[in-house]
């Protein structure tokens, strides 16, 4: 499938919106804690086995956009958008039969696995052809597709919720739930589909920088360099602090809250998974916007470092204040968020546009190491805490010290991000061959 070339004319503000409507589909992962109580009530799970089609939904995210990368700059966003909406909405109609016969290893696989397939391609699909579409405002670009991934649990948070009650939280409920949702997203994705151009030339706008403009790395020097690997951690770090939250928001609040006066509903919880998604959303717009402004170093400072207090506040104040509790969390998810869409500008500033969706894709095993480790810290600290028995925010308090331990750790790694050596660069006149090649391959 031959990337779509804009016709002479086409406005570039009719991109992102193609781009959002794969990313609000995928996002929806962001609201798998709604799953969580009725799928460990109906089928016997422990918080950290309920958490598992999360967890490898996130690992494959990462490892298909690193490993398809390469296949997305090649074949385009359409071809991507296309098997995202294929494989996210499979994995969705292989949980419902999982839920359906109660195997809780056809979700894992249908979820985790062909779902996360899904979420990786459809998740870089856009990014190189929004850079190329807004060279002038990189951070702005990206930020505005990617917070549809963050806001996509604004959406889904409270319609899942409402299946579930209509439904019904037993198996045959939730197995009808998913269903709708693998139905669903598909007629939404295929509107990306449709609507997704790649731009005419390099430079789409008059007035505008090249996308070519500057030093250019590939794929593979970009991989060897120390500033990849310096972001890998710095990625990892945000994402690992951000997700441990996100993946147990709803138990989470409600624990945090269940041995005072303020105790919080499932229907409450399910408002605070919104809330958060919202502030994941807001958080990769604007902040991603902001790193326009102040530049990409000073904006993950921002995360890194006010995160940490964040989290510090959380686990001295937060089950005395449910405001402040909200508010720390509203705050880490925004930076959660923004750090997200803030990482493609910072790639496109250290290593150009050359392949930087493959770039991309490879940083984001980043990302799958998070999925990992933060539900990973959270629920397992949680449950051994339980055992003990601890309860309410005993629950979380040294998850809370250790992921303020990560994000020093990311602090540190921004900031020896230095420019990358000129060794690694492209030659000049091997740039303008690649672009006459790209231009004459979609005529």
């Known amino acids: 499938m031959s990337p779509p070339v804009a016709p002479a004319g086409w406005s570039r503000w009719l991109v992102p919106p193609a781009a959002l409507a794969v990313h609000l589909s995928i996002g929806q992962a962001y ?102 579409w807004f060279p002038d405002r990189p951070g702005m670009a990206t930020g505005i597709a990617i917070m549809g991934f963050g806001g996509g649990a604004l959406i889904a948070s409270p319609w899942s919720a409402q299946m579930l009650e209509s439904f019904g939280t037993d198996s045959s409920g939730i197995a009808l739930a998913f269903l709708v949702h693998g139905l669903a997203y598909a007629v939404f994705m295929s509107l990306g589909v449709l609507l997704v151009r790649v731009p005419r030339t390099e430079k789409p706008v008059e007035g505008a920088p090249s996308a070519l403009q500057g030093p250019q790395v590939s794929a593979r020097n970009a991989v060897r360099t120390p500033q990849f690997w310096l972001l890998w951690i710095v990625l990892c770090m945000n994402v690992t602090a951000g997700i441990g939250i996100l993946e147990k928001a709803a138990p989470m609040i409600t624990d945090f809250f269940a041995d005072t006066s303020m105790s919080v509903s499932a229907s409450a919880a399910a408002g605070f998974v919104a809330l958060l998604s919202a502030a994941n959303m807001a958080g990769r717009i604007g902040w991603s916007s902001t790193s326009d402004l102040i530049g990409r170093k000073n904006i993950y400072r921002v995360y890194l470092g006010v995160g940490a207090v964040m989290y510090a506040l959380i686990a001295l104040f937060g089950d005395s204040s449910k405001p402040l509790f909200v508010l720390c969390a509203f705050v880490i998810l925004s930076f959660y968020g923004g750090g997200f869409a803030t990482i493609p500008a910072y790639l496109k500033d250290l290593f150009g546009t050359y392949e930087v969706g493959a770039i991309h894709g490879r940083l984001l095993t980043a990302w799958s190491t998070a999925g990992v480790l933060g539900p990973l810290i959270v629920n397992w600290i949680a449950d051994r805490q339980e055992d003990a028995g601890k309860h309410g925010s005993a629950l979380y308090g040294v998850s809370f010290l250790i992921m303020i331990g990560l994000l020093v750790v990311g602090f540190v790694a921004n900031e020896l991000v230095r420019p990358v050596d000129a060794r690694h660069h492209i030659p000049a006149p091997r740039k303008a061959a690649d672009v006459e090649r790209q231009q004459s391959e979609s005529a």
């Open 31 to 132: 609201a798998w804690s709604v799953f969580k109580p009725p799928l460990e009530s109906a089928l016997g799970l422990s918080g950290t086995q309920s958490a598992l089609p999360f967890q490898l939904g996130i690992v494959m995210l990462g490892l298909s956009a690193a490993f398809g990368g390469t296949l997305v700059e090649r074949n385009g966003p359409r071809w991507a958008m296309t098997v995202a909406l294929i494989c996210f909405s499979s994995g969705f109609l292989l949980s419902s039969l999982g839920a359906w016969t109660e195997q809780y290893w056809l979700i894992v696989l249908g979820y985790g696995f062909v779902g996360g397939i899904g979420l990786g391609i459809g998740y870089i699909s856009p990014v190189s052809t929004l850079i190329k």
